[in-house]
């Protein structure tokens, strides 16, 4: 992995489980990767507005902000995912599915060169 990576995990989460994050946690930092891991105590796809069973409004939205700041710091970007107050759900920018949920298209336009790049 060449790039800065942030990822946000559910500590209660019996799929990708606070064990399997550990061992992930490590192996990245045995490797002399960037990483900056958050964990939640929230249940898996605690992001899904569309599962409430499940959905951690408080704890989606502190990920929401921190994935967005790092997008922006990484990218060089500034705003271009500020989408704080909007109704996510409706947001071209933020689906959320089977996949639960995550930022497009504009990740990929933000990312299409590497950090740093002037193209």
């Known amino acids: 992995m060449k790039i800065p990576l942030q990822a946000h995990f559910a500590n209660k989460d019996d799929w990708c489980t606070p064990q399997v994050v550990d061992a ?8 002399g990767k960037s990483l900056e891991l958050f964990r939640y105590d929230a249940e898996h796809a605690f992001v899904n507005e569309q599962r409430m069973s ?8 502190l990920a929401w902000d921190r994935a967005t700041e790092f997008f922006q710091e990484a990218s060089g970007v500034s705003g271009f995912l500020s989408l704080r107050g909007a109704k996510r759900r409706s947001n071209p920018f933020f689906r959320c599915g089977p996949m639960d949920c995550f930022a497009e298209p504009v990740i990929g336009r933000a990312f299409a060169r590497p950090v740093g790049s002037s193209q």
């Open 24 to 31: 992930f946690e490590k192996a990245m930092k045995e490797a």
């Open 54 to 61: 499940v959905h951690d409004r408080k704890a989606a939205e």
